[in-house]
C-alpha cells in the first residue's frame, strides 16, 4: 500500500517527534508499505529515513516553485515535483491511507482538504490517522467550534502513538474519532 505522512518541516533529530518519525518509517518499510511524504526537511526527512534505512520505498512529492529554495531530504527513492501545491496535496492524498504527525498550518491544511474530499466522497474511502494527543486536543475543538456531526468526526482517527498507526493502515472502517485513551 501507499501511505502518506504529513508532518511539520521544522522539527529537527533531537526531537521525540523526529524520533517518532523515523520509527514510523521503519515500521511502514518492514510492513511493505510505500512511504510517501512531502519530501523535505523535519519530521518528512524522519519518515523517508526509516523507511529508507529499512531498505522501503521512499517517494517525495515536493514542487517546482520551491526549487532552490528547498532541497529535498536525501533519503527518497523518488522526487516527484508537482507544479503547484495544490497539484503536490493532490498526489499526497492518493495514497491507501493518510497518516499525520505533529505539524503546524501546512499539516492541518492537508489534513482538512483530505477530510473535507473525504465528507464530500471525492476521494474513496481513505483512512486518515492523526497521531498523539495534540490532534486528540483538535478534534475536540472542531466537534466543539465547527458545524460537524459524529460521522463528520468519525473519518479521523486519533491514536496514541506511531505503533497504533501503523496498526490502523489500511483500515477504511469508520471508528471512533478520539480513542478512550484520550478523554479526561
Known amino acids: 500500500m501507499k501511505v502518506t505522512v504529513f508532518g511539520s518541516a521544522r522539527l529537527g533529530e533531537a526531537t521525540a517527534e523526529y524520533q517518532d518519525a523515523v520509527r514510523l518509517g521503519t515500521l511502514l518499510a518492514q510492513a ?24 522501503g520505498d521512499v517517494v517525495g512529492i515536493t514542487m517546482a516553485a520551491w526549487d532552490g529554495r528547498l532541497v529535498p531530504n536525501r533519503y527518497l527513492s523518488r522526487q516527484l515535483a508537482a507544479e503547484t501545491l ?10 491507501d491511507s493518510l497518516i499525520a504527525l505533529p505539524g503546524g498550518a501546512g499539516t492541518l ?26 490532534w486528540a486536543t483538535m478534534v475536540e475543538a472542531f466537534r466543539s ?12 482517527r486519533v491514536v496514541a502513538g506511531v505503533d497504533e498507526a501503523v496498526a490502523a493502515v489500511g483500515s477504511a472502517s469508520i471508528e471512533p474519532a478520539v480513542d478512550t485513551a484520550f478523554r479526561g
Open 32 to 55: 511493505g508499505h510505500t512511504v510517501m511524504s512531502g519530501g523535505y526537511g523535519g519530521l518528512m526527512e524522519a519518515v523517508s529515513r526509516g523507511a529508507h534505512e529499512a531498505g
Open 109 to 134: 491544511g492537508e489534513v482538512a482538504l483530505a477530510w473535507n474530499l473525504l465528507q464530500m466522497k471525492l476521494i474513496p474511502p481513505t483512512p486518515v490517522i492523526l497521531v498523539g494527543s495534540g
Open 86 to 95: 495544490f497539484a503536490r496535496i493532490e498526489q499526497l492524498i492518493k495514497a
Open 145 to 156: 467550534n465547527l458545524i460537524v456531526n459524529e460521522h463528520d468526526l468519525a473519518m479521523l
